[in-house]
Nanobody, 124 residues
Framework: QVQLVESGGGLVQAGGSLRLSCAAS????????MAWFRQAPGKEREFVAA????????YYADSVKGRFTISRDNAKNTVYLQMSSLKPEDTAVYYC?????????????????WGQGTQVTVSS
């Protein structure tokens, strides 16, 4: 049974930083892509950042490019999202996702496994 558990969310002032973590368990292969998505109240879930199985390929939404960094530690089965220069519009529930593939995946419906989400609130 695959389980993804996010942590690291919280309340931060605009301009501040947070690091989210997502620990994966139950995956039977190391060849899986991971990503972060977010969903603000009243809005659809949107893509934030993705990383391939090796960590050598990453992709970002334009809205976070240059401010967020996705990385992974395969020895710990953990993916991270370092968020800097946070803005109030980054406020959302952040979800990590995983799926078995060798590439970078940016679309919601391609991900088979999801975490429960962690709240990030950026105050102005």
């Amino acid at each position: 049974q695959v389980q993804l558990v996010e942590s690291g969310g919280g309340l931060v002032q605009a301009g501040g930083s947070l690091r989210l973590s997502c620990a994966a368990s139950g995956l039977t292969s190391s060849t899986y892509a991971m990503a972060w998505f977010r969903q603000a109240p009243g809005k659809e879930r949107e893509f934030v950042a993705a990383i391939n199985w090796s960590g050598r390929s990453t992709y970002y939404a334009d809205s976070v490019k240059g401010r967020f960094t996705i990385s992974r530690d395969n020895a710990k089965n953990t993916v991270y999202l370092q968020m800097s220069s946070l803005k109030p519009e980054d406020t959302a529930v952040y979800y990590c996702a995983a799926t078995y593939t060798t590439g970078v995946v940016t679309t919601t419906n391609k991900y088979a496994y999801w975490g429960q989400g962690t709240q990030v609130t950026v105050s102005s």
